[in-house]
T-cell receptor, first 108, second 115 residues
Framework: KNEVEQSPQNLTAQEGEFITINCSYS?????LHWLQQHPGGGIVSLFM???GKKKHGRLIATINIQEKHSSLHITASHPRDSAVYIC??????????FGAGTRLTVKP | DGGITQSPKYLFRKEGQNVTLSCEQN?????MYWYRQDPGQGLRLIYY???????QKGDIAEGYSVSREKKESFPLTVTSAQKNPTAFYLC??????????????FGNGTRLTVT
């Protein structure tokens, strides 16, 4: 079993829909990152969080340390949000573990 | 604008040849990292460097080598000893020398194909 599990693997939505991507992890962590990988391959860091909730524009990231779970929400989705979203955790032993990613396609 | 530049975007090599992937950053970051990405898998750490002239092996260092002679540059050499070198390679950097305690900045990647 992977230490970082994301669901769903693939997600297709209509423009305007509210989207949720989930991340569960099995190790103790000190921080969790959400990353966005564009079709060309480049990766952008969206959030780094260790507790609670962060918001940036239409993106919201939450984390529940007790339940070892994080969610990434996208409100009013748009075709330009189409990308692979990756969850990554920084473990207590100072290493980083990455989920396999969730491929999001938003149709106009 | 500051950022990370990886070159080339696509690279083709014959089996048995060593190949070097370039990674340059002008963000003044101390820490730099090399990852490998394969379909359906999470990124895996090859090597990382927290400071000039120092680097550490990651989870899958076998068949790879790096150098960190300058703060701005962290080239990765894929040697002929790497049994399955075809993959997408990503370079990243972060400000903090405390490993992964600050946001990561990624390059656009190099897709290496070895035949």
């Amino acid at each position: 079993k992977n230490e970082v599990e994301q669901s769903p693997q693939n997600l297709t939505a209509q423009e305007g829909e509210f989207i949720t991507i989930n991340c569960s992890y099995s190790v103790g962590i000190s921080a969790l990152h959400w990353l966005q990988q564009h079709p060309g391959g480049g990766i952008v860091s969206l959030f780094m969080l260790s507790s609670g909730k962060k918001k940036h524009g239409r993106l919201i990231a939450t984390i529940n340390i007790q339940e070892k779970h994080s969610s990434l929400h996208i409100t009013a989705s748009h075709p330009r949000d189409s990308a692979v979203y990756i969850c990554a955790v920084k473990g207590d032993n100072n290493d980083m573990r990455f989920g396999a990613g969730t491929r999001l396609t938003v149709k106009p | 604008d500051g950022g990370i530049t990886q070159s080339p975007k696509y690279l083709f090599r014959k089996e048995g040849q060593n190949v070097t992937l370039s990674c340059e950053q002008n963000l003044n970051h101390d820490a730099m990292y090399w990852y490998r990405q394969d379909p359906g898998q999470g990124l895996r750490l090859i090597y990382y460097s927290q400071i000039v002239n120092d680097f550490q092996k990651g989870d899958i260092a076998e068949g790879y080598s790096v150098s960190r002679e300058k703060k701005e540059s962290f080239p990765l050499t894929v040697t002929s000893a790497q049994k399955n070198p075809t993959a997408f390679y990503l370079c990243a950097s972060s400000h903090s020398t405390a490993y992964f305690n600050s946001p990561l900045h990624f390059g656009n990647g190099t897709r290496l194909t070895v035949t």
